[in-house]
């Protein structure tokens, strides 16, 4: 089954996305923008976000999520390279929840999509 150009875009998008929270890591706290909701919101749905997104692109939720969990939280943890922040192990749990529950979800209806048909 072959990919659609729809996908394709979807995808790429996607890893835009990650590019683009990979570098809201490591630029200086006081260059972010916020939605004004607390940090760990903010991750969770980021990680929801780009997380479903790679599902739709892709549908191997429960592979996109063994690749996006440890990407999380390296992510997470790369903060100790920057002088302004510090890893937090909260704010790494909440992104791995949000990249769980998205693929999860993602899984939970392609099951139910396979057994309505």
Avoid: N
């Amino acid at each position: 089954m072959g990919r659609t150009s729809g996908s394709k875009w979807l995808g790429a998008l996607a890893v835009a996305m990650l590019v683009a929270i990979g570098v809201a890591t490591l630029i200086p706290a006081g260059w972010q923008l916020r939605l004004g909701l607390h940090w760990l919101v903010e991750h969770f749905l980021a990680y929801v976000t780009v997380t479903a997104m790679f599902c739709i692109a892709w549908p191997r939720p429960m592979a996109v999520a063994a690749v996006l969990l440890p990407v999380a939280i390296l992510l997470e943890m790369t903060q100790g390279l920057t002088a302004d922040r510090v890893p937090d192990a909260a704010t790494a749990l909440s992104a791995a929840a949000g990249v769980a529950v998205a693929a999860l979800l993602t899984d939970l209806v392609i099951a139910l999509g396979k057994r309505r048909a």
